[in-house]
């Protein structure tokens, strides 16, 4: 059974920092593109950030230079260290797990990747 459980949120003050994790079991981890999504009431849902099995990321255009996204192979968890946040952040964030396609576009939508978690909020606050 794979399972991809978020943990980290919660809420914090603009300017703050958050760092989410993805703990997954049932898959190789290692063989996967992951990436983190996140979608905000009456907003459209957004891929935030994207690592490849080699470690190539990818970013949208409003975290670059405040998110960074990284795994660790040995312990099969995905991070999302955010810092600078704004109130603009606020969501729930997702992670997501594919192998299917080369490079596991950000523009390919959340409920087309092979494995998604339920998601864990953050909330800030100005």
């Known amino acids: 059974q794979v399972q991809l459980v978020e943990s980290g949120g919660g809420s914090v003050q603009a300017g703050g920092s958050l760092r989410l994790s993805c703990a997954t079991s049932?898959?190789?981890?290692?063989?996967?593109?992951m990436a983190w999504f996140r979608q905000a009431p009456g907003k459209e849902r957004e891929g935030v950030a994207r690592?490849?099995?080699?470690?190539?990321?990818t970013y949208a255009t409003s975290v670059e230079g405040r998110f960074t996204i990284s795994k660790d192979n040995g312990k099969d968890t995905l991070y999302l260290q955010m810092n600078s946040l704004k109130p603009e952040d606020t969501a729930t964030y997702y992670c997501?797990?594919?192998?299917?396609?080369?490079?596991?576009?950000?523009?390919?939508?959340?409920?087309?990747?092979?494995?998604r978690g339920q998601g864990t909020q953050v909330t800030v606050s100005s």
């Open positions: 690592i490849a099995t080699s470690g190539s990321t």
């Open positions: 997501a797990a594919e192998r299917r396609w080369p490079g596991c576009p950000l523009g390919v939508d959340l409920n087309e990747w092979l494995y």
């Open positions: 049932g898959i190789i981890f290692s063989t996967y593109c």
